[in-house]
């Protein structure tokens, strides 16, 4: 987290939400553009466990493609057809900061991939894009969601792409509307792991209109 107003990362959370600058003294709370209204998404029950062992499948190998963009050294990977965000909250402490990139997309499919980054991972992503945090994050989330969608041979663009930068329990406040916090959405889950550490997380969040195209992988 960044001042807004002196650009200095002495930066303290506050228990009320919002984040005072230890250097300046301004108190400011952060974006919060990345939120996403889920009325439009998939609910878990309206596919059989068939289908999404198939669509899961597909996805796992869509994941696979995208971390050869992403990362250069050897990363397990395991997937979920059903997960929430509570369960991918356990694996990381409580304290610890990730970036959340939301990448909104439409066209003949449309949804939003959320890619959750380490803070210790970041390194390596600026060191290979050769930017600023933000810069070289999104050029990342254009790089993995080209491998994506390539590989699953949809037709799709990015409409929008937000970051948010917080702990995956603050992240959870980026993911939904207030309205259906407690929906029963489709969170497709791919986790990246090296060393049996959590090296970050791919969730594919389809909307209502790729069901057809999610039942044609059958």
């Known amino acids: 987290m960044r001042c807004p107003v002196c650009g200095s990362r002495n930066v303290k959370k506050l228990k009320t939400g919002s984040y005072q600058c230890l250097d300046c003294g301004f108190i400011f709370y952060p974006e919060r553009d990345a939120i996403i209204d889920l009325r439009d998404f998939v609910s878990a029950d309206e596919l059989t466990e068939e289908e999404k062992e198939v669509i899961g499948e597909k996805i796992k190998e869509a994941g ?9 050294e050897n990363i397990k990977h395991m997937f979920k057809k059903d997960v929430s965000i509570e369960d991918i909250a356990t694996r990381y402490r409580e304290s610890e900061y990730l970036y959340g990139i ?31 945090v933000v810069s070289s994050l999104k050029s990342m989330a254009r790089d993995s969601f080209e491998a994506f969608i390539k590989k699953l041979s949809w ?27 407690d929906k029963n959405i489709l969170m497709l889950n791919y986790q990246l792991i090296s060393d049996e550490e959590p090296k970050g997380e791919l969730l594919f969040l389809p909307s209502k209109n790729t069901l057809r195209l999610l039942r044609g992988f059958m």
Not at 64 to 72: H, I, P, V
Not at 157 to 181: C, F, G, H, P, Q
């Open 155 to 181: 037709d799709a663009k990015i409409k929008n792409i937000d970051i948010a930068y917080d702990t995956m329990n603050a992240l959870m406040n980026y993911l939904s509307s207030e309205v259906d916090r």
């Open 64 to 72: 696979e493609e995208m971390t050869k963009e992403t990362y250069s």
């Open 102 to 132: 939301f990448i909104d997309f439409e066209d003949s499919v449309s949804g939003t991939l959320l890619l959750i980054i380490p803070e210790s991972e970041i390194s390596g992503i600026i060191n290979k894009y050769k930017g600023g």
